[in-house]
């Protein structure tokens, strides 16, 4: 059905000046599009303004800022608990060096949401920092520390390779993914070592109750666009109610097919066919993103785009 994890991400913002500007110092190329009344209102965006596909030199992944009021509702609230259910709840990003990456972040207008710790998943030792802005966007920074990275190439930071959704129950949402394609190929139940729990802000619950489930999927087990799931089983917190449409922050993550319309007899046909948001047909979007395509909601809130694979 599917050979490929997400190819965009697509946010709302009333800062796209300021993600602009971090994107361009990192390298990343910018296409300026304009916005149909047909996407503004697929993606709860203001069509007077143009969308802003940024591509970074790997041209992996793109990101698409698509401008929305200030007073705009976040999909998020900024002061929500880290493992708090409902919707995306970041993007993830290498780099090279956690100290650098939060003085440049800084810069451009993120703020530290949970200090670069250290932790040990398996044999892969990273350190770890979440950081968010006033769309609240959450972004994961992660450095590699051992053992190290090995084909994969960038200058300070990476492009988007992951994106982690918090959930309720982690084998609900792989039930509903499997239909897109998507396959689990990490899995972890239990404690975080190290540091790990100050990362999720677990450190506060005794060790014994503070294990999180984990699992990574994507179609051809690969890092490169992958989604990630994370549930709490312990502590578990009520779930956001996330608007399918409109909003602002982490709108959408788009994921390319080569039939998208065998992709949505299969989501109509199966138990999640209440869970599409947006019926599948021909849609003037910008970029890549354009034609045929339908959106979907994730257990809880997710949104995820499909559209026609071109060539």
């Known amino acids: 059905m599917r050979e490929t994890g997400f190819s965009h991400v697509v946010i709302t913002t009333a800062n796209a000046l300021q993600l602009g500007g971090f994107f361009a110092a990192l390298g990343w190329h910018q296409h300026s599009m304009a916005l149909s009344a047909d996407a503004a209102a697929f993606w709860g965006a203001d069509a007077t303004q143009a969308a802003e596909c940024w591509v970074p030199p790997s041209g992996a992944c793109e990101v698409v800022l698509l401008a929305v009021a200030s007073t705009t509702p976040v999909l998020r609230p900024l002061d929500c608990a880290v493992t708090t259910p409902g919707g995306l709840f970041d993007i993830n990003m290498r780099t090279w060096d956690s100290d650098w990456a939060r003085d440049f972040l800084q810069a451009h207008g993120w703020w530290e949401l949970v200090p670069a710790v250290a932790w040990q998943f398996g044999e892969v030792h990273t350190s770890e920092g979440l950081y968010i802005q006033d769309d609240g966007i959450v972004m994961a920074v992660m450095q590699r520390l051992s053992p190290p990275l090995e084909g994969i190439e960038f200058d300070r930071m990476s492009d988007v390779f992951n994106s982690t959704q918090m959930v309720s129950n982690v084998e609900t949402t792989l039930a509903f993914l499997k239909v897109l394609g998507f396959e689990r190929f990490i899995d972890h139940a239990g404690p975080l070592p190290g540091e790990g729990p100050r990362v999720l802000q677990l450190e506060h619950h005794p060790a014994e109750t503070a294990g999180i489930h984990l699992s ?50 299969a989501v109509s046909d199966s138990e999640w066919s209440a869970q599409i948001c947006q019926p599948l047909t021909e849609r003037d979007l910008p970029g890549l993103l354009g034609g045929e395509c339908f959106s979907v909601t994730a257990p809880d809130g997710g949104r995820l785009d499909l559209y026609q694979l071109t060539q």
């Open 216 to 265: 990574i999927a994507h179609p051809e087990a690969t890092m490169s666009g992958s989604i990630e799931l994370i549930d709490v089983p312990e502590h578990p917190l009520s779930c956001l109610s996330v608007p399918s449409t409109g909003g602002r922050g982490l709108r959408a993550l788009a994921i390319p097919c080569h039939d998208v319309a065998e992709t949505f007899a």
